[in-house]
Nanobody
Framework: QVQLVESGGGLVQPGGSLRLSCAADGFLGTNAYGWFRQAPGKDREGVSC????????YYADSVKGRFTISRDNMKNTVYLQMNNLKPEDTAVYYCARDLQRVYCRDGPLRPHEYGYWGQGTQVTVSS
């Protein structure tokens, strides 16, 4: 069992940047990890995935070129660097562990394939 704790959210103006962290209370292990987000009234959306090897496996079209996922296995932490933020990026951001894979699925992330969800961190992009 692993507990994941997200941090780094906040209020930022459009065009600004934030770096989210997802810290595990134990080893990250050999699993892939994903970042998801959920805006009020909307379904949870997969944002990005990173494989066990650190290879980036997936970005949602809406964040490609602006977000970068990474992981530091020594620090047991997964990161999401978010640049050029837009109001539509406003959501609660969650990280989670892929329950089966060491690699990322080819295509959109499926929330039901992930577990050990953190409590989320709020990101608000507004002027």
């Amino acid at each position: 069992q692993v507990q994941l704790v997200e941090s780094g959210g906040g209020l930022v103006q459009p065009g600004g940047s934030l770096r989210l962290s997802c810290a595990a209370d134990g080893f990250l292990g050999t699993n892939a990890y994903g970042w998801f987000r959920q805006a009020p009234g909307k379904d949870r959306e997969g944002v990005s995935c990173i494989a066990s090897s650190g290879g980036e496996g997936y970005y949602a079209d809406s964040v490609k070129g602006r977000f970068t996922i990474s992981r530091d296995n020594m620090k047991n932490t997964v990161y999401l660097q978010m640049n050029n933020l837009k109001p539509e990026d406003t959501a609660v951001y969650y990280c989670a562990r892929d329950l089966q894979r060491v690699y990322c699925r080819d295509g959109p992330l499926r929330p039901h394939e992930y577990g050990y969800w953190g409590q989320g961190t709020q990101v608000t992009v507004s002027s």
